[in-house]
């Protein structure tokens, strides 16, 4: 396959993982939206493995964004392009932690995307006199935001107002909190993963999720946006 060139701003797309072969086996694809420390990556290393793995058969493709010096947003905006010119109309995932958690949330609204997932998404506005965050761009897309329940670094309580506002206008909107795990969602990692791959899979490809995920979607607030994420949820779904 041909390289395409970075965006004006330096963002490019990292190295293709999962579906293999020509530009027509490609059915959906995954942009990764790290955090802002490269020293704490939080679960996009291994989810990026975990969905290659998964999602191989279906004709998944995994792309990390690298930034550059433009925003986060614009450069999720230019991958969600690139997306586009290299493998035609094909459904978008944008899965980030962090910081890349906030721009995956604020660059949902082009056309290409047809699902997010932020993870531990670190938002910016702290009281009723600053701006919340936008989420008209969310509408008609399928919403997953995890979070931490002793996250010191970005306030879980933030990613729950945020998903209440979104939830009025988009249906498809849910939250699982992690309780006791922090901003890294180290302690649960296996199933934060297990989750992950379960809901891009059910939004990218069937439309079927995993009883846990279903019954978020479906519940009404604030039930469905604060769902805990159980021990062994990935091993039970084997199971």
Known sequence: ????????????????????GS????????????????LSPGPVRPLARALARAGVADGLVTHQVVHGEGSREADA?????????????????LAGYDAGGRAA????????VN???????????QSATDSP???????????????????AHSDPELSFRLATRAKKANRTTCRFEVHSDGHGLREHQAEVVALSVDFVLGSVFSGRYSRPVTDALAAPPPLGLRMPLASGYGRSLRG
């Open 1 to 20: 396959m041909a390289q395409h060139a970075p965006s004006a701003r330096g963002a490019r797309l990292g190295r293709a993982a999962g579906a293999t």
């Open 23 to 38: 530009v027509s086996t490609v059915s959906g694809v995954v942009l990764l939206l790290p955090g802002a420390s490269r």
């Open 77 to 93: 905006e230019w991958a969600a392009d690139e997306v586009v010119r290299r493998y035609g109309d094909v459904p978008v995932c």
């Open 105 to 112: 949330l604020a660059a949902a609204g082009h056309d290409a």
């Open 115 to 125: 699902s997010v997932l932020a993870l531990a998404p670190s938002l910016t506005y």
């Open 133 to 151: 965050e936008p989420v008209k761009q969310l509408a008609g897309r399928q919403v997953l935001i995890v979070h931490g329940t002793n996250d």
